[in-house]
């Protein structure tokens, strides 16, 4: 049996020639206007053959199409700096994992050596990720600072905050464990310093440290640890971290500025005086 889909587009909206010239002269269209409409709704068509198997539309609209309080302005874009920071840093890893080695006997210095001096634009997605690596640092700063001083952090925000402070420690785990793997002297002895300090932690500062060194002596084992912390745990908590804080930001709306909010107080008690 035939089943029969609804048009995507209705054919008053479909676009007609409206100057002779446009069209064969009887208000169709020629052919290889035909088929340059068609290839415009070839998009459309997707989209809509999607839909309807998956009703993700809805979803789509409940997530992007929603109300945001009046006043706001650019610090309100620093999340989203923030995620495409954290995006840009996962493209570029993916590249730069294609070619590393986590092997502490010369093998890691010498592989970032090759991507840097042979592999194309090696030096320039490794620069990417190794100056990214400082700009998403910064921006999560940047973005907690935001969040903290327009009191966003309070209810019914909290667990947001919490989240949020999650991915920034996580954050800074990225960059930590990251700053080993060219296994050159500067990063070798930083991190020596690193897990050193951890060391120095209350309660679990020893565990924790021997956790990172993984054995008695800081060499190829730490390597390994440092690699895949750095490139299958962390990415996954902060991507799964990232998903809940959305989640909860397209929930709960965005606050309004602190400066939209004392007007209205204000108001609310000149009513109630
Ligand atoms: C990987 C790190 C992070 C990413 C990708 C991220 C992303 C975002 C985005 C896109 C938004 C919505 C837009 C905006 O308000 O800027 C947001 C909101 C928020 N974020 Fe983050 N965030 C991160 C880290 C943090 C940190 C470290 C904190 C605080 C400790 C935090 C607390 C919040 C709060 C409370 C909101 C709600 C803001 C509001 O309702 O006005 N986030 N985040």
Do not use: C
Not at 44 to 60: K, M
């Amino acid at each position: 049996m035939r089943i029969k889909l609804p048009n995507p587009i209705p054919d008053k909206l479909r676009p007609r020639p409206r100057r002779p010239g446009d069209g064969n002269g009887n208000g169709r269209l020629t052919p290889t206007q035909a088929t340059i409409e068609a290839s415009k709704d070839a998009g459309i068509s997707v989209v809509d053959w999607l839909d309807e198997r998956t009703s993700l539309s809805g979803a789509g609209r409940w997530a992007l199409f929603r109300k945001v309080p009046k006043g706001t302005n650019w610090f309100y874009t620093l999340g989203s700096a923030t995620l495409f920071a954290f995006l840009s840093q996962a493209v570029t890893g993916v590249f730069l994992a294609m070619y590393y080695r986590p092997d502490a006997t010369s093998g890691a210095y010498e592989s970032i050596r090759h991507i840097n001096d042979e592999v194309f634009l090696g030096e320039f997605v490794h620069g990417m990720h190794k100056w990214g690596s400082t700009v998403m640092v910064v921006l999560v700063f940047l973005h907690m600072a935001r969040t903290f001083f327009f009191g966003a952090y309070k209810y019914p925000r909290e667990l947001n905050w919490v989240i949020g402070v999650t991915l920034l420690i996580l954050t800074l785990m990225m960059a930590f464990t990251g700053y080993l793997l060219p296994f050159d002297q500067r990063s070798y002895w930083a991190s020596v310093v690193a897990v050193n300090i951890n060391g120095t932690g209350p309660f679990i500062g020893p565990y924790l440290s021997d956790f990172l060194r993984a054995g008695p002596e800081f060499g190829a084992t730490t390597l390994s640890r440092f690699y895949s912390i750095h490139m299958l745990l962390l990415p996954g908590a902060i991507a799964a971290l990232i998903g809940a804080h959305l989640y909860l930001v397209t929930k709960l709306g965005t606050t309004a500025p602190p400066w939209s909010k004392a007007e209205k107080r204000s108001e609310l008690r000149e009513t109630e005086a």
